[in-house]
């Protein structure tokens, strides 16, 4: 059974960073694409971050430069560098793997994580 569990998450203050993983486990990582998203309140899912398996990036313009993706096959883990963060920044933040593609859209990803808080205040 595939399973996707984040971590790192918490409070921080404005343009403090964060780093939060993501552990796959129940199958082999290294044959998925796999994002990062999140979800405010009263707002919808926005994709951030994605990666393929071969390693290509790609990382929405409204962070860039901002936030990092990258993963880890070995470990089966995918992480989302944060830096420079925004009040505007606080969301749920989760993560998903998947097989339809390099992108930033929910339909793509068959499996998610139960996503970590992240919180930042001014």
């Known amino acids: 059974q595939v399973q996707l569990a984040e971590s790192g998450g918490g409070s921080v203050q404005t343009g403090g960073s964060l780093r939060i993983p993501c552990l796959a486990s129940?199958?082999?990582?290294?044959?998925?694409?796999r994002g990062w998203f999140r979800q405010a309140p009263g707002k919808e899912r926005e994709g951030l971050a994605a990666?393929?398996?071969?390693?290509?990036?790609l990382v929405r313009d409204s962070v860039k430069g901002r936030f990092t993706v990258s993963r880890d096959n070995t470990k089966n883990t995918l992480y989302l560098q944060m830096n420079s963060l925004k009040p505007e920044d606080t969301a749920m933040y989760f993560c998903?793997?998947?097989?339809?593609?390099?992108?930033?859209?929910?339909?793509?990803?068959?499996?998610w994580g139960q996503g970590t808080q992240v919180t930042v205040s001014s």
């Open positions: 998903a793997a998947g097989r339809g593609g390099l992108g930033f859209q929910p339909y793509q990803y068959t499996y």
């Open positions: 129940g199958y082999a990582s290294v044959n998925y694409y």
């Open positions: 990666t393929s398996p071969v390693g290509s990036t």
